[in-house]
């Protein structure tokens, strides 16, 4: 990356930059589409999908209309619905719980691993009851959670598990891509993603041939021909734009990727052993996207005011725990009951990462971040 400026904000992420860089092929796509009079479920969607299955190495991919529905058409898909539990992590955005809430069925939160945000394998298996169906952890912030221990307990329980990717488009747990295998992910191509496009979007990937049937028909008004419905389903449809501004990133998604990786790293060299923050945690055999870079500081209000001062955006992921949140009023445990949720909550700041992030730009955040702890640790 070669820097374009010293000065100026440091933007939290560039998303014109994003398409700046691939504006010939995207308005060439978006074009054909325009041209082709297709607008829906056509040839743009078809190859998209196989496209994205193939790179997260499983044999299916359902596009539809959100990260949020394809959760909940995934849980939905696997039968999943009132009556049942379905375990949620405590932190994290309330797409995940709102998506089970669809259903019918009741989230159970369970916290994240004290040094890592992502769900205790440990405290899943004290809260799985007879009417538990289904586990839904989520790779936060592009961090994959740790797969085979919940695999272990799904298996020994007979459980379902849907991961909730949404931040994690090209990780790894153990050398596959999440999604790999027999796997059921549901993703989100919001804009700030990862892969995002230019509005909603969302798909599952599976390597079940008939969950992937029910997906199909469940996005559709539960219909395979037109006018026949086997089903009550949904209007949940990943557009022809969409598809076809994706198919042209998903091209570019490793090496933007890797461009957060570098960034990462960075970070993680600049910051190392300040006093009062925490670094990011990158769990044994897994390989994180970065979807966001945060720290953990129980100063967090203050240093964003500093680097708020200083030029630099962030954001907060996320300020109010979801069993806090008034749509969660009467129907989820009190405060105090998830102190590593309300801690985080309290603590996280996002730092700017992205994959038009420059490099001078990461070392200006980087600086600021130090003066400030600087300044914090004088008397």
Known sequence: MTARTETGRVPFLDLKAAYEELRPETDAAIARVLDSGRYLLGPELEAFEAEFATYCETDHAVGVNSGMDALQLALRGLGIGPGDEVIVPSHTYIASWLAVSATGATPVPVEPNEDHPTLDPLLVEKAITPRTRALLPVHLYGHPADLDALRDLADRHGLHIVEDAAQAHGARYRGRRIGAGASVAAFSFYPGKNL??????????????????????????????????????????????????????????????????????????????????????????????????????????????HLDSRGVDTLTHYPVPVHLSPAYAGQAPPEGSLPRAESFARQVLSLPIGPHLERTQALRVIDAVREWAEQAGRP
């Open 196 to 305: 995002g496009c230019f509005g909603d979007g969302g798909a599952v990937v599976t390597g079940d041939p008939a969950l992937a049937e029910r997906l199909r028909m469940l996005r559709n008004y539960g219909s395979r021909q037109k006018y026949s419905h086997e089903t009550k389903g949904t209007n949940s449809r990943l557009d022809e734009i969409q598809a076809a501004v994706l198919r042209i990133r998903l091209a570019h998604l490793d090496s933007w990727n890797g461009r957060r990786s570098t960034l990462a790293a960075e970070y993680l060299s600049g910051l190392a052993g300040l006093p009062g923050i925490a670094l990011p945690v990158t769990a044994p055999g897994t390989d994180p996207v970065w979807h966001l870079f945060t720290v953990r500081t129980d100063r967090r209000d203050e240093l964003r005011d």
